[in-house]
């Protein structure tokens, strides 16, 4: 089972600035990470796929990098909005399997 | 518009078995493009992915619950269930249906909203 660990848990950020969320997995996934963003009552909202593509309708300020073991989000400029838990999840393509890492929660500073 | 709505019940004793009922509107579950599946999420804590299915009804299970779950499809009424068997309070959380765009059962995109299943006495 490929493990996801997320960090930090929680990021204090100040809105405007950048954020920076990291993700590792336990052996290589290749570029199968998505990001989602989970709101205080909602369900998740897919922010990235494929490690760097932005989902329809995702703002700019948001980006997804890497490939393999090591994969990172970025908030370019965190708005009010942009406060809540961030999670990725690597999917295998064959047989399917998903797994989510813990989460990242981006809090006001 | 795409909308999946979780059904079922929202208290299920111990041992028993929790049973859920997704229900598609918007888009046909019979698509050979996507794969639907279940997610959870027990309170205050992360993401689990339970398992996916294809309208052949092919299957695809976390196995580390693969020996107590049970994914069907009916496409006469749009709609894809799970089962949960010999429940604990373990299993209580937050069950999510879920739509898997191509190719396979990757990423999410669509999420119904959520539905709280308490496993209780």
């Known amino acids: 089972e490929i493990v996801m660990t997320q960090s930090p848990a929680t990021l204090s950020v100040s809105p405007g600035e950048r954020a920076t969320l990291s993700c590792r997995a336990s052996?290589?996934?290749?570029?199968?990470l998505a990001w989602y963003q989970q709101k205080p009552g909602q369900a998740p909202r897919l922010l990235i796929y494929?490690?760097?593509t932005r989902a329809t309708g995702i703002p700019a300020r948001f980006s997804g990098s890497g490939s393999g073991t090591e994969f990172t989000l970025t908030i370019s400029s965190l708005q009010s909005e942009d406060f809540a838990v961030y999670y990725c999840q690597q999917y295998n393509i064959w047989p399917p399997e998903l797994t989510f890492g813990g989460g990242t929660k981006v809090e006001i500073k | 518009q795409l909308q999946l709505q979780e059904s079922g019940p929202g208290l299920v004793k111990p041992s028993e078995t929790l049973s859920l009922t997704c229900t598609v509107t918007?888009?046909?579950?019979?698509?050979?493009?996507?794969?639907w599946g279940w997610i959870r999420q027990p309170p205050g804590k992360g993401l689990e992915w339970i398992g996916t299915i294809y309208y052949t009804g092919s299957t695809y299970y976390n196995p580390s619950l693969k020996s107590r779950v049970s994914i069907s499809v009916d496409t006469s009424k749009n709609q894809f269930s799970l089962k949960l068997s010999s429940v604990t309070a373990a299993d209580t959380a937050v069950y999510y249906c879920a739509r898997h765009p191509p190719p396979g059962a990757t990423r999410v995109d669509y999420w119904g909203q959520g539905t709280l299943v308490t496993v209780s006495s």
């Open positions: 494929g490690a760097s």
């Open positions: 052996q290589s996934v290749s570029s199968n």
């Open positions: 918007g888009d046909s579950i019979s698509s050979d493009t996507f794969y």
